[in-house]
Structure formats: C-alpha cells, structure tokens
C-alpha cells in the first residue's frame, strides 16, 4: 500500500522565483493537506483540498496557492519566493475529515 | 497564548524508562488530539490519536485525555534509544476542523 509521496525531496530557488511542489496521496484518500514547517517549530497549515476545491486557508499570503486533480493529487504553488519561505513543506492525506492526517516526506525548500 | 503548548525539552530519560511527554491546549472546544513522531531531517509520522476523555493504549505508547484540564499526554514504556525524537502533539478544533493546529514539539532523548 502505497504511501503519501512528494516531489521533489529538495529544492533551491532565488528569491522572486516561482515553485510548485507535488503531492500523491495514500491510496484511498481523497483529502489532501499542506503544512510549512520551518526549522524547530510545528508545522503550519497553509491550506486543505478537497473535490477539487480550497476548503479552508490558513494564514498565508495569496502568494500560496494550490490545485487538486481527479486522481486527488495536488500541487502547491508559491509565487514571488521570499527567503522566509525557506522551510519544510509537508503533503498529508486523509479520507474526509475528520479523520487521521498522514504525512508524505516533504519537500525542502531553499530560497537564497 | 499560544494554541497549543509543548516543553520544547529536551527531555532525558535512561533506557528501560517511562517518558511522559506533555500537552495543554487553550480551545475547549477541541474535539481530537494526535501524536506525532519526527526523528530529525524526516517529516512527522502519526503514532496516537485519542478524542474521548481517558487513556489509550498501544503497545508501548498510552495517550490520555483530560478534556476539563485541556490536557493531553503521551506515555512511552520501556523507551528505547530508537524512540529518540520531536514529538508533536496536534489538536483539531470544532470550528475549523480541516487543519491540525500542532505545538513546536518536545525533543526526547533515551541514553542507553
């Protein structure tokens, strides 16, 4: 049974650039999750998807944005990269809430 | 006040021992309590999650809830060197219930 999978496992951007990151959830799920987590804290939710749509929205910029498809994968976007947004992203999936949240193994993220 | 408070630790405790990790939530209308386990450089892998008053077993993991105190612990019998990690304890609120809010983590540390 597959697990969450992310892609890529890391990855170095310049500021002002853009990035998308991706995310297959487990099999079965239709629940698609994303954290940021930055160096010793919690993770932070940036935004769920689910049927395709935003279902609810952290605190983020607009500069955050993300997609779900048919097959429940999903990417996040993030426009105009600052160096703050240098952190671990993290994809969880889950079958519509309110259950469990399982954690892919993330995309490292580098803005220089 | 932060949502969600964790020891940030570390934590030490010998081989063979009970850890006892620790977490206080300011929502009472939270409604379901997780555990995480993140060993370092790799991203948080669910290991209890508990939503009624009382404790819960399994195998060497006991979370217990005390929704009146807005407390939730984790409990590791035997801890093993391998149990060294962050663990996060995560809390879904009844008013947003699509996002995990997580605290910043207790760092454990079992010597042999």
């Known amino acids: 049974d597959a697990g969450v999978t992310q892609s890529p496992t890391h990855l170095i951007k310049t500021r002002g650039q853009q990035v998308t990151l991706r995310c297959s959830p487990k099999?079965?799920?239709?629940?698609v999750s994303w954290y940021q987590q930055a160096l010793g804290q919690g993770p932070q939710f940036i935004f769920q998807?689910?049927?395709?749509?935003?279902?609810q929205r952290g605190n983020f910029p607009d500069r955050f944005s993300g997609h779900q498809f048919p097959n429940y994968s999903s990417e996040l976007n993030v426009n105009a990269l600052l160096l703050g947004d240098s952190a671990l992203y993290l994809c969880?999936?889950?079958?519509?809430?309110?259950?469990?949240?399982?954690f892919g193994p993330g995309t490292r993220l580098t803005v220089t | 006040q932060k949502e969600v408070e964790q020891n940030s630790g570390p934590l030490s405790v010998p081989e063979g021992a009970i850890a006892s990790l620790n977490c206080t939530y300011s929502?009472?209308?939270?409604?379901?309590f997780f555990w995480y386990r993140q060993y370092s450089g790799k991203s948080p892998e669910l290991i209890m999650s508990i939503y009624s008053n009382g404790d819960k077993e399994d195998g060497r993991f006991t979370a217990q809830l005390n929704k009146a105190s807005q407390y939730v612990s984790l409990l590791i019998r035997d801890s093993q060197p391998s149990d060294s990690a962050t663990y996060l304890c995560a809390v879904r609120r009844e008013t947003d219930f699509q996002k995990l809010v997580f605290g910043t983590g207790t760092r454990l540390l079992v010597s042999p």
């Open positions: 929502d009472r209308g939270s409604q379901s």
């Open positions: 099999s079965g799920h239709d629940t």
């Open positions: 969880a999936s889950s079958l519509d809430s309110p259950y469990e949240q399982y």
């Open positions: 998807y689910y049927e395709e749509e935003e279902r």
